[in-house]
């Protein structure tokens, strides 16, 4: 099984690009904000939970996204891979992470990093927001989630590269040409 971690700031492309890679190895998709929306959207007791959470652009609790990711893994057990797009967020998730995969009998496999700057991660949101009518993506929620990146996720970087498992890729470009960039960095991982 090849698990691999997309990972990025709000607005770096992973939801796009990591459909793309799922499609193209047959892995299976997994990303904690449309689970989550798709039970806001439903009006489930987990959609109500999460919905003042997600408006003010904060994070859901660690233990609620285990709890689902275990879930996935679980009911997709036969898949010859997951891409994990917009999870983990935080070292304790990351290190949650790795205590329910090895429970699995399973680990990740490659960590790919989409690089954007920020100036191109705002104007990419804000036209998000306009197309799409997200009301999570407004400009304040949008430096309130840049913020919590900063502060939270970006020590992953460093967790991952300590653990040979991190590749940076740019993220600015044509839709294709990071793809075939971020496939070329999943075959040399795969061997």
């Not at 917009?86 to 429970?103: I, S, W, Y």
């Not at 009518?133 to 929620?141: A, C, I, L, N, P």
Request: glycine content about 8%; hydrophobic content about 40%.
């Amino acid at each position: 099984m090849f698990n691999l971690i997309l990972f990025g700031p709000p607005g770096a492309g992973k939801g796009t690009q990591a459909i793309k890679i799922a499609e193209k190895f047959g892995w299976i998709h997994v990303s904690t904000g449309d689970i989550l929306r798709a039970e806001v959207n439903q009006g489930t007791p987990l959609g109500l939970k999460v919905k003042a959470v997600m408006e003010a652009g904060v994070l859901v609790s660690d233990e609620l996204l285990i709890e689902i990711m275990e879930s996935v893994f679980r009911k997709h057990g036969s898949a010859g891979g997951f891409v994990l797009d917009g999870f983990p967020r935080t070292l304790k998730q990351a290190q949650e992470l790795d205590q329910m995969l090895t429970k699995l009998n399973t680990n990740v496999s490659l960590v790919l990093s989409l690089e954007v700057n920020e100036e191109e991660l705002v104007k990419r949101l804000l036209k998000r927001a306009q197309e799409q009518g997200r009301k999570d993506d407004t400009e304040e929620v949008i430096k309130n989630r840049l913020v919590q990146y900063h502060q939270h996720t970006k020590p992953l970087v460093d967790y991952y590269r300590e653990k040979n498992l991190l590749k940076e890729v740019f993220g600015v470009g044509s839709i294709d040409d990071i793809f075939n960039e971020l496939c070329n960095a999943i075959k040399v991982s795969k061997g």
